[in-house]
């Protein structure tokens, strides 16, 4: 059974440029989440994918979209990137199938904006 | 708003002694409260769950402790190892199509040899 994958592991970009990240589920999972973590702070809940829809999104502007492919694999796009935006990335997958689902997480990305 | 608090900032505590994290909730719909372990370049790590019908829940030497009247839980580790040492995550979530998780800010634990 493989694990959650990301990438790139690490990446820069200037501030007011775009980027895409990836994400891979675990083997058999279906439904993924996206969280922010800044320097020294807990996760933040971005939103969350199931069956290729958005189900649910935290406190993050427009300018942070995704996608989820039929082969349940994830990407979380941020425009018009801001300094603020600086964090490690991480993504989760969880086998939606009850009221409570464990969520595994990947071991994200790290973006520095300049 | 804070929605989970989470102490100590961090903590350091001997080989072989016991480690406890503490976390307050404010929202009485939170039902599944985990605890995540992050090393340093790494995503967090599910250690162990708890849901509000149990008091405790042990596997092997962490505990969670939960005081639903309270609305606190903590973690505790037994026979504390220099591996051990990482940030330690709170968080909690309620039933329903999204359960996104709240984490508490973390708990940077250091067990020394």
């Known amino acids: 059974e493989t694990g959650v994958t990301q990438s790139p592991t690490h990446l820069i970009k200037t501030r007011g440029q775009q980027v895409t990240l990836r994400c891979s589920s675990q083997?058999?999972?279906?439904?993924v989440s996206w969280y922010q973590q800044a320097l020294g702070q807990g996760p933040q809940f971005i939103f969350q994918?199931?069956?290729?829809?958005?189900?649910g999104r935290g406190n993050f502007p427009p300018r942070f979209s995704g996608l989820q492919f039929p082969n349940y694999s994830s990407e979380l796009n941020v425009n018009a990137l801001e300094l603020d935006d600086s964090a490690l990335y991480l993504c989760?997958?969880?086998?939606?199938?009850?009221?409570?689902?464990?969520?595994?997480f990947g071991p994200g990305t790290r973006l520095t904006v300049l | 708003q804070q929605q989970v608090k989470q102490s100590p900032q961090s903590l350091i505590v001997q080989k072989g002694g016991i480690s406890i994290i503490n976390c307050a909730y404010e929202?009485?719909?939170?039902?599944?409260f985990p605890w995540y372990q992050q090393f340093p370049g790494k995503g967090p790590a599910l250690l162990i769950a708890?849901?509000?019908?149990?008091s405790e829940k042990k596997e092997g030497r962490f505990t969670i402790s939960f005081n639903k009247s309270a609305k606190q839980f903590s973690l505790h580790i037994m026979d504390s190892q220099p591996g051990d040492s990482a940030t330690y995550f709170c968080?909690?979530?309620?039933?329903?199509?999204?359960?996104?998780?709240?984490f508490g800010t973390g708990t940077l634990l250091a067990v020394q040899p």
């Open positions: 989760a997958s969880t086998l939606t199938s009850g009221v409570h689902n464990e969520q595994f």
């Open positions: 083997s058999g999972h279906n439904t």
């Open positions: 994918y199931y069956r290729e829809e958005e189900n």
């Open positions: 929202n009485t719909a939170f039902d599944y």
């Open positions: 708890i849901r509000p019908d149990v």
């Open positions: 968080a909690a979530s309620k039933g329903g199509a999204t359960n996104k998780l709240i």
